[in-house]
């Protein structure tokens, strides 16, 4: 049986998912929680870097922060692309006010920034705020 890796959004286990179940809601082993939201959620530079390494699935993630008025807009777009992604894609964010040295490290200079990883390695980056259809548009280029 094939199986996919994906990280704990929540407490960062690794799991492994069989892939034909993937549509039946498959749950974090260790905390219980759900491996793939109807939503972006919030996660850890700890997590990022795990799920970023270990993922088998493409890892989109959301660079933003509360002050930034077109990532505030953005969120319910970023949203509505992570549910119609789901199985496909996961889309988190990652809080850059919160966790400065993430961003440095990666050398974003302005939010919102997209940025796409699979097997720990950027696969794309894309900057400024987008409508659901966009981003879902050019997530699914780089989805295998
Ligand atoms: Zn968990």
Known sequence: MDYVK???????QGN???KDKLNDAPKCANCGQPLMGDKAVDITPQTFDK???LD???LVVDFWAPWCGPCRTMAPEFNKAAQALKGKA???????EQYQTVS???GIRGI????GFRDGKEVFRQSGAMPAQQIEKLIKTHTR
Not at 6 to 12: A, I, P, Q
Not at 112 to 115: A, K
């Open 51 to 53: 799920a970023k390494n």
């Open 6 to 12: 994906m990280t704990c959004l929540k407490c960062g």
């Open 16 to 18: 492994r998912a069989p």
């Open 104 to 106: 440095q490290k990666l």
């Open 112 to 115: 919102p920034t997209m940025i």
């Open 90 to 96: 996961r889309l988190v964010k990652l809080n850059t």
């Open 56 to 58: 088998d699935m493409l």
